[in-house]
């Protein structure tokens, strides 16, 4: 099983799979922590731990713990499997699709902002509409279904007429199932977990916008994809350089794009697999354009 884990991070365009992992792998650990603090006598402990991945709906105490718009959407309920459960499917569902279209990188980074979303509509509704204010003394919210629907309306917004096809409904266009969630949501809103539809529509939200933006040439998690690029280069041993010194010859002139070998386009392709196209330079665009000339 490790070692299928460790495959899955090397990967590339797996981004999908890995956030289903690192979500399984915190409700795991976050269920033994629970039965462990439970049987000892020491449950408090494990509502200290749990806090830590809880987002309040209180702003005061939300201000304390202001980690938790990200880590809520990797933990999720322990006594009600089907929260995780429909959760990871959808994930890997959309996520799939999203990745053969824009990447692995893009998902990763909606689904942070969709977190993001998600949790500050949750909080900017429960202080400041009076209606929800009064409703605000449960302990705190968790689950990825905000990050999940931002992936959800983002592919749906992407290809709003790509075909699913469901037991016993055969063939549904995902434009609505994107739209049949968010009715049910909107519904919800003002039931007993209002708070978790309340952030269902935030990622939803989140994820339209980024579509739309994406489309007209802005990418707003392109700050999210530099920083992870950041974290992973402090855990990547790098070669150390060697230099050599040899004759120059005078370069000959060249007409025309710039060439490239079978091996620069296949580093080309597996980036545009990865990240999409458009992440390619102009001279990597030139050699690809070249290169499907011969």
């Not at 070669?239 to 710039?258: C, I, L, N, Q």
Request: aromatic share 16%; net charge positive.
């Amino acid at each position: 099983m490790f070692e299928e884990f460790r495959n899955a991070f090397q990967r590339p365009n797996n981004a999908h799979v890995q956030l289903i992992i690192i979500n399984v792998v915190m409700f795991l650990a976050l269920a033994v922590l629970y039965v462990f603090s439970t049987v000892s006598g020491m449950a408090s402990f494990f509502e200290i731990v749990h806090k830590q991945f809880s987002i309040p709906p209180q702003l005061a105490e939300f201000i304390t713990r202001p980690w938790t718009i990200f880590t809520y959407a990797f933990a999720h309920s322990l006594t009600d499997i089907f929260h995780i459960l429909f959760n990871m499917l959808a994930l890997y569902w959309f996520g799939k699709l999203f990745i053969e279209y824009l990447g692995g990188d893009k998902l990763v980074a909606l689904y942070l902002l969709g977190a993001i979303a998600a949790g500050t509509v949750y909080l900017l509704v429960f202080n400041t509409i009076p209606f929800f204010k009064e409703r605000s003394t449960f302990d705190g919210m968790v689950g990825a279904s905000g990050a999940v629907f931002a992936v959800m309306v983002a592919a749906a917004t992407l290809l709003p007429n790509y075909t699913f096809f469901l037991l016993f409904l055969g063939p549904v266009k995902i434009k609505y199932i994107a739209g049949f969630y968010m009715v049910l949501s909107f519904l919800g809103s003002v039931g007993g977990n209002a708070g978790g539809n309340i952030a269902h529509l935030g990622g939803a939200l989140m994820g339209f916008v980024y579509i739309k933006q994406l489309q007209i040439g802005v990418n707003w998690g392109g700050w999210i994809s530099i920083t992870l690029d950041w974290f992973k280069g402090l855990f990547t041993s790098r070669p150390s350089v060697k230099v050599t010194y040899r004759k120059t010859e005078p370069r000959k002139a060249t007409t025309g794009f710039a060439k490239a070998s079978q091996e620069e386009i296949d580093v080309i392709l597996d980036k545009i697999s990865d990240r999409g196209y458009e992440s390619l330079t102009k001279d990597e665009k030139e050699k690809l354009f070249n290169a499907s000339k011969k």
